[in-house]
């Protein structure tokens, strides 16, 4: 659905068809969707995953959703043949952007890495950075360069756009964390999910390395 008059009205302009083989295009009706980003108002991404090896469920548009057309990702040095779940893409430009995607193998059921994808041409191409040894709960990045990576206990920093990435120590605090939100290279904020309806919201001063409660959230 398009709106066009901040939200007053909205408009169909594409539906995934329920079939074998997908028309071209068309959005496939199968995939488990994970969400949609438009970079402006005619080229967007639609991302998820599909119970396949080496099938990126990632659909680009360049005519404001009326249709749609799948894109491919190099698969990175090292990750063997695998199950791609795809995030949304984050952009800091109209050409710069990154792509978070998860590897699985499906065999074991067990998640083997997270890759952080980047584009420098609008999203025409995207090109993996080195892969990272964390199932992929949640992750941020302030601009192409600086960014963090979670599995929910364990927290990964890099400084130069996913060539490189530190581990950061443990802390007591930070665990079942399922979001991340950084403001600056030192200030943040993540949301950790201790069940039964409960949450905390923590805060960092200190890019990552420690964490302290500030408020917790019932349901």
Do not use: C
Not at 61 to 83: E, F, K, N
Not at 107 to 114: P, S, V
Not at 162 to 187: C, E, I, M, P, Y
Request: hydrophobic share 35%.
């Amino acid at each position: 659905m398009r709106t066009i008059d901040g939200g007053k009205t909205w408009q169909s302009v594409s539906t995934a068809l329920f079939s074998d083989v997908t028309p071209l295009g068309h959005l496939p009706y199968g995939g488990q969707k994970s969400g949609i980003h438009f970079l402006n108002v005619s080229t967007g991404w639609v991302t998820g995953t599909v119970t396949a090896n080496d099938l990126a469920w990632l659909y680009v548009t360049h005519d404001g959703g009326s249709t749609w057309y799948q894109q491919t990702l190099p698969r990175p040095s090292g990750v063997p043949s695998a199950q791609l779940s795809i995030q949304s893409p984050t952009f800091f430009s109209a050409t710069d952007g990154i792509l978070p995607v998860k590897f699985s193998d499906l065999t074991t059921e067990r998640d083997i890495a997270t890759v952080i994808y980047v584009t420098h041409d609008g999203g025409t191409t995207w090109k993996p950075t080195t892969p990272v040894s964390a199932v992929l709960r949640a992750a941020d990045f302030l601009d192409t360069q600086h960014g963090w990576v979670t599995d929910g206990t364990s927290l990964f920093m890099t400084s130069d756009g996913g060539q490189h990435w530190t581990r950061l120590a443990a802390s007591t605090n930070f665990k079942q964390v399922t979001q991340l939100d950084f403001v600056s290279g030192t200030l943040g904020w993540a949301i950790s999910d201790q069940g039964n309806g409960s949450s905390f919201l923590l805060k960092t001063i200190d890019g990552g390395q420690t964490w302290t409660p500030i408020s917790i959230a019932t349901s």
